[in-house]
Structure formats: C-alpha cells, structure tokens
C-alpha cells in the first residue's frame, strides 16, 4: 500500500467514527439529554431505550464489531491466519477502527446510563480504548520489518548502516560530508539545512535533492527509533499488562450480559 493510500485508508476509518458520533448524537440529543426519570415520556423512548429497536441493535452492531476486530486480530498475529493477505500492520489499524467504533455505538446503547455490573464492562471497556491509542502510539515506534514483525536492535542498526550507505552512494556524498549532515544537530531540520548546503555546492537537481532529502528523514527516523527501541519494547510488555486484563473482563461481562438479556426474551427484531 503506498503512503498516499495509507493516509485515505486511516483517513476514511477516522471519518467513519467522526460521522457515526455526530450523527448518533444528533439524531437522539433530545432523548439523551433528558433525565433518566423523564426519558419513559419522551416520544421515541420505545425506540431509543437500551431494548428498544434502534438501541437494542447499536448493542448488538458494536458487540459484533469488537468481538470481530478482537477475533481477527488475534488470529492473524497468533496463529498466522491469512498471512499472506493480511498484514498485520494494516489489520491492527483496522482493529483499533472496529475497537473504536464499537464501543461508542455500546454507548449509544446503553443511551449513557450504566450501573451495576454492566458499569463495570463500561469502564473496562473504556480502558481497554484508551490503553488500545496508547499502545498504538508504542507500536508504531517499534521497528519492523514488510511482515510486521518486530525487528531486534542488531537488525535495525544493519539498516541504519545500509541506509547511511545509500546517502554515501546515492546520495554523492563521501563519508566526512555525511558525517557533517548526521552530526550537525539532533533536529531533522538541522540536517536538512546541512544537507541543503552540500546540495547547493553540488548543484544537483530537484529530483536527485528530494530523493536525498527522503533518505536523510529516514536515516534521522531510525537513528531516533535505535535510541529508543529498549524502552519502546519495555513499555509495550508493561502496556499488555493493562490492555489485556481489561479487555478479558470486559469480554467476559458482555457475554453475561448477552446472556441474560437473551434469557429475559429480549430478542430484537427476531
């Protein structure tokens, strides 16, 4: 997939969720917004109220979507499942879409009025969102190869070595210009202004100065990721630790709740 169509494909997700937020709480803002106690008077209570047609089945979508962006996952990244379609970089950022979306329309669900035992799987299941952005954050810091499987810090600095390689080759630079580039500042902007410079003296092309440029950003972006690669590994065993739990919890109660609800005979539209 290329970077372009990366962008479109996070894009369109988070557009997706920001569109179904809007509309759901436009379209029952008049209900929601009522006192618990005053809602039974409200014209659409049939409708809007956790059994009713249209709330009833924003449990059942959302408890659909993450039990599949859960399963799927899980499945891919633990026992291979459609490896050779699906790579895991692009399944955990649709995951993390499905994991997003379905809770808040278990929100819309529970039309914000949760207590008891299902409060719990509410904030398990708020938990489980938030620890899901954070560890999304540690992930993408960690180094990996076209599979997405996670690169050791040998393996990284061989690509650092190659890619310092490339600049030398490339890039027309010997090693003492490369070295006044990687060197001049810890910024990315102070290398590119180091590189620009040398270009200047060099007088080298537009095509052949954004293709150096490329290479500089990511030579800066993977000589940051060696820096931290140990303490990006170390957070993501500790982010488990709060991520799993919560989501295990909140599996559990939602299927105690599915069950119950099945045997009061609330059956939806069936």
């Known amino acids: 997939m290329s970077p372009t169509l990366h ?4 894009g369109s997700m988070a557009l997706v969720v920001i569109v179904t937020t809007i509309y759901l709480g436009w379209t029952g803002y008049e209900f929601y917004q009522l006192p618990i106690e005053e809602r039974f008077y409200h014209p659409h209570y049939d409708w809007f109220k956790p059994s009713g047609a249209f709330g009833h089945g924003l449990g059942i979508v959302g408890t659909l979507m993450i039990l599949i962006g859960v399963i799927l996952y899980i499945a891919r990244k633990k026992y291979g499942f459609m490896e050779q379609y699906l790579r895991i970089k692009y399944l955990l950022e649709f995951h993390i879409f499905l994991c997003t979306l379905g809770p808040i329309l278990v929100l819309f669900h529970t039309s914000f009025k949760f207590n008891g035992i ?3 799987a509410f904030w398990s299941m708020v ?9 999304r954050f540690i992930y993408v810091r960690i180094p990996r190869n076209i599979q997405g499987q996670e690169l050791g810090l040998e393996q990284v600095q061989i690509l650092h070595q190659n890619l310092r390689l490339g600049l030398q080759s490339n890039g027309q630079f010997s090693p003492d210009e490369l070295e006044r580039i990687v060197s001049v500042d810890n910024s990315k902007m102070g290398r590119l202004a180091a590189a620009k410079s040398l ?3 060099k007088n080298l092309n537009r095509t052949d100065q954004a293709r150096i440029f490329k290479l500089i950003k990511e030579e800066y972006r993977l000589g940051n990721r060696i820096k931290n690669l140990t303490r990006m590994q170390e957070l993501f065993k500790y982010w488990h630790v709060a991520h ?3 989501a295990l919890i909140m599996l559990v109660i939602v299927v105690i709740h599915v069950i119950v609800t099945l045997a009061l005979g609330y059956k939806w539209i069936f």
């Not at 962008?7 to 996070?10: G, L, M």
């Not at 938990?127 to 560890?135: E, R, T, Y």
Request: charged share 20%; glycine share 10%.
């Open 127 to 135: 938990a489980v969102v938030l620890s899901g952005v954070a560890g």
């Open 118 to 120: 299902v409060s719990i």
């Open 244 to 246: 799993k739990p919560f």
């Open 7 to 10: 962008k479109f494909y996070i």
């Open 199 to 201: 270009l200047k003296e």
